[in-house]
């Protein structure tokens, strides 16, 4: 079993920057993929950005050049730099491990609110 812990979220302005971070508990494996997904109210959760554990990275169109996903395999720790928010940034943003052959895992989730 795997716990993901978020924390980091919050209120912040337009350009304003935020990092979140997400701590694993439990056997993180070297195949998993960590990533961030955010729900914004109203809408689906959607994939933000990935990570192997060999630090391959993929970002959704939207956040590429503004947020970084970074991964310490020695601490199962991730985490996202946010720069230039905006507000359509506003949302809920979700820690994920995607194991081969399972069910994903989650974290509680963080709100990340963007003020214009």
């Known amino acids: 079993q795997v716990q993901l812990v978020e924390s980091g979220g919050g209120l912040v302005q337009a350009g304003g920057s935020l990092r979140l971070s997400c701590a694993a508990s439990g056997e993180v494996f070297s195949t998993d993929v960590m990533g961030w997904y955010r729900q914004p109210p109203g809408n689906q959760r959607e994939l933000v950005a990935s990570i192997t554990f060999a630090g391959r990275t993929y970002y959704a169109d939207s956040v590429k050049g503004r947020f970084a996903i970074s991964r310490d395999n020695a601490k199962n720790t991730m985490s996202l730099q946010m720069n230039s928010l905006q507000p359509e940034d506003t949302a809920v943003y979700y820690c994920?491990?995607?194991?081969?052959?399972?069910?994903?895992?989650w974290g509680q989730g963080t709100q990340v609110t963007v003020s214009s």
């Open positions: 994920n491990l995607n194991r081969f052959m399972r069910e994903p895992y």
